[in-house]
Every structure is written in C-alpha cells, then in structure tokens.
C-alpha cells in the first residue's frame, strides 16, 4: 500500500483562529513587500506563458501586427503567413498550416482579432530606453515620447550630423557650431542636400517630360502565375495581350532572375519584360519608355522607375527590368496573392 499522508482535520474555527494569530504576528510593511513580490512573480510567469501561447507558430514571435489562424487554430503572423502561401506558388504545392498540415490560403484562415488585441496589451522592451511598455502604446513611445530615442540636431540641414538621445538634444544645441559658420560652409552643406533631393526629383521632371509625348498608353493588367513544363517547373508570370501604340503586347514576369529554386532563397524579387506580339515591317522601329505603377486594383508598394528598349521586327523582347518593390515583404505579398495587378504606361519616342 502507497502511504498516503493525511491532513490533520481542522476545524473551521482553528482555521480562522490560526490565520488571525498569523495576522497579528507578521510585520505590515514586510508582508506588503512580499504580496508585491509575489503578484510581480505570477505576472512574469503569466507574461511569460501568453508570449508562449500567443506567439506565432512559424517565427515563434509576438504577431506585430495582423493575426491568422488555420481552421485547427494555430496562429500565424502576417509576414510568416504570406511567406508560406508564397513559398507554396513556388513550390507549385498547396499551402499548409506548419503545426497541424491542414490547408491554409487566404480565403480558409480567418484573422484572430482577440489575439491581436491580447499581444497589444502585452509588455515589449523600448528599444532605446529598454522600459517594458503594453505593445499598443510602444510606437508613439518610441516616436515622440521616450527620453532616450535617437533625434537630429535643428541645424542639421545646415550640415550638422549630430544624432544622439533626446535628453541631450537641448545641451547640444545650445553649444552647437553650426550657426556660427561661414556662409560659404553652410552653403557647401546645402549643396550637397540639393544633390539629393534633385536626384529624387529626376525621375518625376521625367515622368512630366514624357507626359508631353504625342503617343501616350495606358493599361491596367493582371498578371498571373504560370508554370513552365521543364524538368524542375518554374513559376513565371503573364499577362494576356493587350493594346498599346496600336500594337499588341504582353507583359511577362520571373522571380529571382528565372533562378532553379527562388523558393530556396530568402531574398526575393520580380523582374518583368514587355513583349511586342505584332508583326512589324522591317524599318520599323518603336522606342518606347515604360513605367509599371500601382494599378487601381492593385495593392502593391513600387518605386517609380522608368525603362526604356527599342523594339524592332528581330528585337521584340525587351530586357528582364527589376520590379522595383519598397520592401522583401511586398515581393511575397504579390507571390501570395492570385495575380498581379498594375499599370503600365507607355510612351512612344518619335524621332
Ligand atoms: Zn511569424
Ligand atoms: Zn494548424
Ligand atoms: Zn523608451
Ligand atoms: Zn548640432
């Protein structure tokens, strides 16, 4: 027989006796202290075990922003669920949830809002003055509030390069030498920030110069996924033909520069062609620009950059041109998404 070990029998009354008696006996302020202790233990542990479970499945990280489940319940950040649906379009595979293999795709997960809203309240570290803060106030503390957060000094557009924690900003500035310079120094810092800013400033004095051209389209496409018949089947992109400068065209795409297995590489990107579908005479010659942009019903983040090539009757392929996307996330957002949706516009050069 296993010895059990029995508790006396108390009564009711010896109980609340013996609790009274403790009650008299402890020091106030020492068993403030110890409650205090005590919460702050079992809030860490809680803290602790949420992060454990509100975590997302894939990166094991608190979701920063929006929250997905599969239809078992497990949970996914934004940025690790559309990676997995754009891994599947390379991998030519259906989607699935990494913790139970069911599918997942946009329209079978659901967003967790309850999730999004616990993480939110959930403490995370600043990042300059490393306080814990509940996540939903962390940003503006970051921006505008924390004493530690990095700031520029006021004359930095006169050529300071002082960067350092708010809380000396004052300090600095006030013994700061930049407004004691010559004109001629001030004037070399100028200099050099007018250099960038004209450069930003290029590409749109050339988007207006082209919008003065005679032959000027305008297309919104879709671009969708195909796969190509080789031995390892690759993923690429096309539109159907469309009309422009009274000629018929596509718009082909490719992921990592047509690389064996993109789905292997953590970075990512889309290039795009425009192919001539016409036949056209010998001695003709179309130079064109072209410029693809966020269409209508498009969602996707994309650099203004303009391309040129001069179609002939043997050259009527352009060059591969980069897709110039903001970020690495934009690049899986549309290989997780069905198409891909833009504008292009297209100008002819006559001579
Ligand atoms: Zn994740
Ligand atoms: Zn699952
Ligand atoms: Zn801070
Ligand atoms: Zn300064």
Redo the contacts with the bound molecule.
């Keep these: 027989m296993a010895d059990v070990a029995i508790a006396p029998i108390e009564t009711v009354a010896e109980i609340c006796e013996s609790n009274e008696e403790k009650l008299e006996m402890a020091e106030p302020v020492k068993k403030k202290q110890k409650t205090e202790d005590d919460r702050s233990l079992i809030e860490e542990k809680l803290e602790q075990r949420l992060n454990g479970i509100l975590c997302c499945a894939v990166c094991l990280d608190l979701p920063r922003s929006t929250v997905f489940q599969c239809t078992n319940g497990h949970l996914m950040c934004a940025g690790c669920f559309t990676h997995l649906l754009a891994d599947a379009r390379l991998k030519n595979e259906q989607a699935t949830c990494p913790n139970c293999r069911c599918e997942i795709s946009k329209s079978m997960c659901s967003r967790n809002l309850a999730v999004e809203k616990a993480v939110c309240e959930l403490p995370a570290a600043?990042q300059?003055?490393n306080?814990y803060l509940p996540r939903s106030t962390l940003e503006f503390?970051?921006r505008q509030?924390?004493s530690?957060?990095l700031t520029n000094c006021k004359y930095q557009r006169i050529g300071c390069s002082w960067c350092g924690p708010y809380h000396e900003l004052q300090e600095h500035e006030q013994q700061c030498c930049r407004p004691q310079k010559s004109g001629a120094e001030i004037l070399e810092a100028l200099q050099s920030i007018d250099q960038i800013r004209d450069d930003e400033m290029k590409v749109y004095s050339n988007i207006f110069n082209l919008l003065s051209f005679e032959k000027i389209t305008l297309n919104d496409l879709q671009l969708r996924p195909y796969r190509t018949d080789d031995f390892i089947p690759r993923v690429y992109y096309e539109t159907s033909r469309f009309s422009a400068l009274d000629q018929q065209w596509v718009v082909k795409g490719q992921v990592n520069d047509n690389h064996r297995d993109p789905s292997q590489s953590y970075q990512r990107t889309i290039s795009y062609q425009l192919v001539l579908k016409s036949r056209v005479g010998s001695n003709c010659n179309l130079d064109v620009r072209f410029i693809v942009l966020k269409g209508p019903f498009g969602e996707m983040k994309v650099k203004p950059v303009i391309y040129n090539y001069e179609f002939t009757s043997d050259k009527y392929e352009s060059d591969y041109n980069l897709l110039p996307l903001f970020t690495l996330g934009e690049c899986n957002k549309l290989l997780a998404s069905k198409t891909i949706n833009c504008r292009i516009i297209m100008f002819q050069i006559q001579k």
Excluded: I, K, V
Aim: with cysteine; hydrophobic share 0%; proline share 0%.
């Design positions: 600043c300059y003055c306080n503390h970051e509030e924390c530690d957060r």
